[in-house]
Nanobody, 125 residues
Framework: QVQLVESGGGLVQAGGSLRLSCAVS????????MGWFRQAPGQERQFVAV????????YYLDSVKGRFTISRDNSKNTVYLQMNSLKPEDTAVYYC??????????????????WGQGTQVTVSS
């Protein structure tokens, strides 16, 4: 059974930084594209960033480009989301997810088979 566990969320002031981690167990991590999604209160869950299985391909939501960086360490079965210059509108529950299909960088939620439980990020103004 594949399990994803996020960590690193918290409360930060606007302009600050957080680094989210997602540890994956029970599967073949280095064969998955990994994505980060977020869901703010009263809103639908949205795509944030994705990284391919080898780590040399990434894609971002326009509003986080230049501020967020997704990376992965296949030796640790972990994907990261470094978030800098945080804004109040980044406040959400952040989820990591795994895509087994090896078809590129996908942004739709339906492409992802496995999901973590989420970690709360709150940015105060």
């Amino acid at each position: 059974q594949v399990q994803l566990v996020e960590s690193g969320g918290g409360l930060v002031q606007a302009g600050g930084s957080l680094r989210l981690s997602c540890a994956v167990s029970g599967g073949t991590f280095n064969r998955y594209a990994m994505g980060w999604f977020r869901q703010a209160p009263g809103q639908e869950r949205q795509f944030v960033a994705v990284i391919n299985w080898s780590g040399d391909g990434t894609y971002y939501l326009d509003s986080v480009k230049g501020r967020f960086t997704i990376s992965r360490d296949n030796s640790k079965n972990t994907v990261y989301l470094q978030m800098n210059s945080l804004k109040p509108e980044d406040t959400a529950v952040y989820y990591c997810a795994a895509d087994r299909a090896l078809v590129g960088l996908r942004t739709g939620q339906a492409a992802y088979e496995y999901w973590g439980q989420g970690t709360q990020v709150t940015v105060s103004s």
